[in-house]
C-alpha cells in the first residue's frame, strides 16, 4: 500500500517568484547552499527536503516520483502557492517531470538539473534493487562507495557530499532507489510540457549519457540547453554563479 503524502521539512529565503529547488539521491538540501543565495536576490526560494532525506519523514516503502512529487503540492498548498517554478537535480529532476506531468497548471517554470526523461535499463534497475537491499543491512557506505567517485573531480568537494550521504537514512535511501527503479519513461510526455524549461549539464557528468539530456532539450516544447564546461554531476555546487545565472535568466522569463 502507497504511504500518504508527507509533509515535508523546507526551509525559505527571499521574495518574489517561487522557486521551488528539489535536490537529488541521496542529499538533502543542503546540496543547494551555494546557488540559493544567488537565486534569492530575484526569488522565492523554498528548499524542501524529500521524504526520506533530510529532516522529512521517513517512510518505510518505495517512494513512487509521483508519491514524491505528491508531498511537493502538499507542500505548495500549505504554503499557498498556486504556481512556481521546479528546479529539480537528478532525482528532484524525475520528481519535477512527474509534478510536469500531474499539475502542468501549476508549473511556472522547470529547471531541469544533471536529469533525464529516461527510465532505467533492465541493468541499472536490478543494481538500484541490489543496492536497496545491502543498505538496509550495511548501511549507507556501500551508496557513497557506488556514486562518490562519479560525483565530481573535485576533491574538495568529496568530504561535504559524503557528509551529507551518510546522515542519509537506510530506509529512505533505499525507498528511493526503489522507486527511481521502478520510473516511467517520461520522454513521450515532454512534448506536452507548456513551460519554459532550462536543460543545465555538466559537460564531465559521469552517471548521465549526454545525448540523452540534449534529447530532453530538443524534445521540450520550450527546452533550451546550457552546458557547463568542466563540471560533473554536482554542477551547482562546482559552479554555482553559471548554475544561478541560467536560473535567474528562466525566473526573469516566468516572473510573476
Ligand atoms: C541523483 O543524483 O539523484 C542520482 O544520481 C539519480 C540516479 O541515480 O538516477
Not at 507548456?194 to 540523452?212: H, I, K, R, S, W
Request: proline residues 8%.
Amino acid at each position: 500500500m502507497e504511504a500518504p503524502v508527507m509533509e515535508l521539512y523546507y526551509e525559505e529565503l527571499g521574495q518574489g517568484t517561487p522557486v521551488v529547488f528539489l535536490h537529488g539521491f541521496p542529499f538533502d538540501h543542503e546540496i543547494w547552499q551555494s546557488v540559493v543565495p544567488l537565486v534569492a536576490k530575484e526569488a522565492r526560494v523554498i528548499l524542501p527536503d524529500l521524504r526520506g532525506h533530510g529532516r522529512s519523514p521517513v517512510p518505510d516503502g518505495v517512494y513512487t516520483m509521483r508519491q514524491m512529487a505528491e508531498d511537493v503540492v502538499q507542500l505548495l498548498d500549505r504554503l499557498e502557492i498556486e504556481k512556481a517554478v521546479l528546479v529539480g537535480h537528478s532525482m528532484g529532476g524525475y520528481v519535477s517531470l512527474a509534478f510536469a506531468h500531474a499539475y502542468p497548471g501549476r508549473l511556472l517554470g522547470l529547471g531541469l538539473v544533471a536529469t533525464q526523461s529516461a527510465a532505467d535499463n533492465p541493468e541499472k534497475r536490478q543494481s538500484r534493487l541490489k543496492l536497496a537491499s545491502s543498505i538496509k543491512r550495511r548501511g549507507m557506505k556501500p551508496v557513497v562507495s557506488d556514486m562518490l567517485p562519479k560525483l565530481t573531480s573535485r576533491q574538495d568537494l568529496l568530504p561535504p557530499l559524503m557528509e551529507v550521504m551518510l546522515r542519509t537514512s537506510p530506509v529512505g535511501a533505499a525507498g528511493a532507489l526503489k522507486g527511481m527503479a521502478e520510473r516511467p519513461d517520461m520522454t513521450g510526455l515532454l512534448a506536452e510540457i507548456q513551460a519554459p524549461a532550462l536543460v543545465l549539464t555538466g559537460l564531465d557528468d559521469q552517471l548521465l549519457p549526454l545525448e540523452n539530456v540534449k534529447m530532453m532539450a530538443q524534445m521540450l516544447p520550450k527546452g533550451w540547453l546550457v552546458e557547463v564546461p568542466e563540471t560533473g554531476h554536482m554542477l551547482m555546487m562546482e559552479a554555482p554563479e553559471k548554475v544561478a545565472e541560467a536560473l535567474c535568466q528562466l525566473v526573469q522569463m516566468v516572473k510573476i
